[in-house]
């Protein structure tokens, strides 16, 4: 089973950004973190981090053919992108949302999200655990399918 993972604008940034809401973490770290979780699960992970929303959504679109599901943390764009809503929509493929923070306990832009309601599920608020939880749910859905 292969698995794409998606990190949106600024996650580049973990470890140095906000490392009160977002902790201390590099992006490096947790991709290396969610390598072992996937050798544990069986499945391979493949990574994609990008700040443009055009790169996001083709790199969406060219994941039909190539992965069984996504894990996404669309990051800002969560709040702003029907593109990305969209380019889901028409790939067809299982998508968990996760972000490290509570989105629902922050600011009142944060409370809209245009990917919720054509993911799979959503994960919020547990930190970096947030992938961890994504990729294993993601998993068990594919596995059950
Ligand atoms: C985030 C939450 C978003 O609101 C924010 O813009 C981010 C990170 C999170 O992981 O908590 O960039 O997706």
Same mark, same amino acid.
């Not at 190539?66 to 943390?73: E, L, P, Q, S, W």
């Not at 972000?99 to 832009?109: A, T």
């Given at each position: 089973m292969k698995i794409l993972i998606i990190h949106?604008? %600024? !996650? %580049? +940034?973990l470890?140095?950004?906000e490392p009160e809401i977002y902790g201390s973490t590099t992006l490096e770290e947790i991709d290396s973190a969610l390598v072992t979780k996937a050798k544990e699960l069986g499945v391979e992970v493949?990574?994609?981090q #990008? %700040? #443009?929303e055009g790169? @996001? &959504? #083709?790199? @969406?679109?060219? *994941? +039909? #053919?190539k992965f069984d599901g996504v894990v996404i943390n669309p990051g800002a764009y969560t709040h702003t992108s029907v593109a990305i809503r969209d380019a889901i929509l028409s $790939?067809? !493929?299982a998508v968990v949302e996760v972000h490290i923070s509570n989105v629902y306990k922050r600011e009142d832009f944060r409370q809209k999200s245009f990917v $919720?309601? &054509? *993911?799979?599920g959503v994960i919020s608020g547990f930190g970096i655990n947030s992938y961890f939880l994504g990729l294993s749910g993601l &998993?068990?859905?594919l596995s059950n399918q």
């Amino acid at each position: 089973m292969k698995i794409l993972i998606i990190h949106g604008p %600024n !996650l %580049n +940034m973990l470890g140095k950004r906000e490392p009160e809401i977002y902790g201390s973490t590099t992006l490096e770290e947790i991709d290396s973190a969610l390598v072992t979780k996937a050798k544990e699960l069986g499945v391979e992970v493949t990574f994609f981090q #990008s %700040n #443009s929303e055009g790169e @996001i &959504v #083709s790199t @969406i679109q060219d *994941a +039909m #053919s190539k992965f069984d599901g996504v894990v996404i943390n669309p990051g800002a764009y969560t709040h702003t992108s029907v593109a990305i809503r969209d380019a889901i929509l028409s $790939s067809g !493929l299982a998508v968990v949302e996760v972000h490290i923070s509570n989105v629902y306990k922050r600011e009142d832009f944060r409370q809209k999200s245009f990917v $919720s309601g &054509v *993911a799979l599920g959503v994960i919020s608020g547990f930190g970096i655990n947030s992938y961890f939880l994504g990729l294993s749910g993601l &998993v068990e859905h594919l596995s059950n399918q």
